[in-house]
């Protein structure tokens, strides 16, 4: 698996966004999958930088591997902040407005809904979120 270290900051969501299309590019990906995973990569790196670390500021780690038989892509996502499953909140009640719906939960939804497989662990200190999708 392909690495890219960053500080969980922000305006490091290009650079993040730029490895994993890099990897990208080495296997057959249609234009809906390719958009699919680049909203799930701003979701999760955008969560790390605003919620991990705060108010201090940290690193993550952004791996990526695709396989060519057959086409997939997983992308994990690593930091030391604050121990967090974002898999163990209720998904959002999307049948209800967005006024009634509470604020948070529709951005991990939208990313459990849109990959074929989302794990996350918390291990050795380090918050692990993976996400894989057939291609």
């Known amino acids: 698996?392909?690495?890219?270290?960053?500080?969980?900051?922000?305006?490091?969501l290009d650079a993040v966004q730029?490895?994993?299309?890099?990897?990208?590019?080495?296997v057959p990906c249609t234009l809906e999958i390719r958009l699919q995973l680049q909203i799930a990569v701003e979701?999760?790196?955008?969560?790390?930088?605003?919620?991990?670390?705060a108010p201090d500021r940290?690193?993550?780690?952004?791996?990526?591997?695709?396989?060519?038989?057959?086409?997939?892509v997983t992308i994990q996502f690593r930091d030391w902040g604050k121990p967090f499953d974002p898999l163990a909140k209720e998904d959002a009640d999307i049948t209800l407005s967005a006024e009634?719906?509470?604020?948070?939960?529709?951005?991990?939804?939208?990313?459990?809904?849109?990959?074929?497989?989302?794990?996350y662990q918390y291990e050795n200190g380090q918050n692990i979120l993976t996400i894989h999708k057939n291609l």
């Open 58 to 72: 940290g690193e993550a780690v952004i791996g990526c591997q695709v396989e060519q038989e057959p086409p997939s």
């Open 1 to 12: 698996m392909k690495t890219l270290t960053v500080p969980a900051e922000r305006d490091q």
């Open 43 to 53: 979701e999760l790196f955008v969560n790390i930088a605003s919620y991990a670390y």
């Open 18 to 26: 730029s490895f994993v299309d890099e990897a990208l590019d080495q």
């Open 100 to 119: 009634d719906r509470g604020i948070g939960g529709l951005g991990i939804y939208m990313v459990k809904n849109s990959m074929d497989d989302v794990r």
